[in-house]
């Protein structure tokens, strides 16, 4: 699998191919303005501000079907996001991620490297539980567990991580850096 021989929707419909991007690193991301996990878009920020210029981009792909946490358009998405967290990293349309209308691009992503859980603790198996309930309806097409799940993309556009959104930024930063 290689994400170059993807294309994806910008926000205003128009086709997108991934190899534009060739030779970056990637980080892309399925996201909700109304989730737990919304603040990482801070974090998101500021490692797109770190390394950008070392030829890294996020592809952020806001989702809805996640406890109808991202119910907006996207425009009311991008300026949500603009404006609470100076994002400036690229923002696709609004996708679904599971089921029989799932964007190719996360079905291949997560089929290549699968759902394995959220994690040890309280609050993990919290989420876990709760994703479980919302996740059924989509059974064997399920491919993403949660909003802000994130596929680290080498510059060759091969998938080399997963990380599910309860994993620590701080690790994934890392990961990022050691792409670059």
Known sequence: MNVYDFTVLAKDGSEV????????????VNTATGCGFTPQYEDLERIYATYREQGFEILDFPCNQFANQAPESDDEITAFCTLK??????????IDVNGDTADPLFA???TEMPFKGF???IKNAALSKF???????????CYVGWNFTKFLI??????????EPTVDMAEVEKAIKEQL
Request: hydrophobic share 40%; aromatic share 12%; proline share 2%.
């Open 119 to 121: 994690g040890t603790g």
């Open 154 to 163: 080498d510059r060759t556009g091969a998938l080399v991580r997963r990380f």
């Open 17 to 28: 191919s991934l190899k534009d991007y060739a030779g970056k690193v990637l980080l892309i």
């Open 131 to 141: 994703a479980s309930m919302n996740n059924k309806a989509f059974g064997e097409k």
């Open 85 to 94: 967290f100076g994002t400036e990293f690229p923002q696709f349309k609004k």
């Open 108 to 110: 291949a992503l997560a």
